[in-house]
């Protein structure tokens, strides 16, 4: 299993650009989840999906978009970046709620110019 | 939703226990404890969870207090590669969101 792949690693975007960040699972988890990571900070939860079809909003939603057509696939869309998206984003899946153990990927590094 | 307090950072040195406390005052009776840590440049992965009674796995124990308003994470025996970002983390539920805090930076010396 390649576990959860995220691409790309590393981006950088100009101010008002748009880009999806991809992140695919293997393991057949149901729940996926989407984090950023802002220097010295915690995660914290952009967006989630219970299942195919299926998202929800976290705890800081505004200017990202997500959809899950696929049990394997969550992307993640920014509509159009700004500086203060500039940070590290982790996917996540588990296989049953969002708390239970869950299994990241390596992160995509943005810088928002 | 409840919260936890952790240390800053702590050293060990290697091959000596680590013990990494956890204050969560205001936890429920639903709330599940989890510890991630995280290893520079990598994603969070998971270390151990629990409910009330002590867990042990092959990374660590996890101590709870008869009361739940403190836990303690031990790794047995550093190693170098121990060196992360520890997590004490409060689940609501079966289904609640992970809520990561700063964490703990352990620094284990050769």
């Known amino acids: 299993n390649a576990g959860v792949t995220q691409t790309p690693k590393f981006q950088v975007l100009k101010t008002g650009q748009s880009m999806t960040l991809q992140c695919a699972q293997d393991?057949?988890?149901?729940?996926m989840s989407w984090y950023r990571q802002d220097p010295g900070m915690g995660l914290r939860l952009i967006h989630y999906?219970?299942?195919?079809?299926?998202?929800d909003q976290g705890e800081v939603p505004n200017g990202y978009n997500v959809s899950r057509s696929t049990t394997e696939d969550f992307p993640l869309r920014l509509l159009s970046a700004a500086p203060s998206q500039t940070s590290v984003y982790f996917c996540?899946?588990?296989?049953?709620?969002?708390?239970?153990?869950?299994?990241f990927g390596p992160g995509t590094r943005l810088t928002v110019l | 939703d409840a919260k936890t307090t952790q240390p800053n950072s702590m050293e060990s040195n290697e091959e000596e226990p680590v013990h990494l406390p956890c204050n969560h005052s205001?936890?429920?009776?639903?709330?599940?404890i989890h510890w991630y840590r995280q290893l520079p440049s990598q994603g969070p992965e998971y270390v151990i969870h629990?409910?009330?009674s002590n867990v042990n796995n092959r990374m660590a124990s996890l101590a709870i207090a008869e009361d739940r308003k403190s836990s303690t994470l031990i790794l047995h025996r550093a190693t170098l590669r121990d060196a992360a970002v520890y997590y004490c983390?409060?689940?609501?539920?079966?289904?609640?969101?992970?809520?990561f805090g700063a964490g703990t930076q352990v620094v284990v010396t050769p």
């Open positions: 996540a899946s588990s296989y049953r709620g969002l708390g239970v153990r869950q299994f």
């Open positions: 393991m057949n988890h149901e729940y």
């Open positions: 999906s219970v299942g195919a079809g299926i998202t």
């Open positions: 205001t936890i429920s009776g639903t709330d599940y």
């Open positions: 629990g409910l009330t």
């Open positions: 983390i409060l689940r609501r539920g079966s289904w609640g969101k992970l809520q």
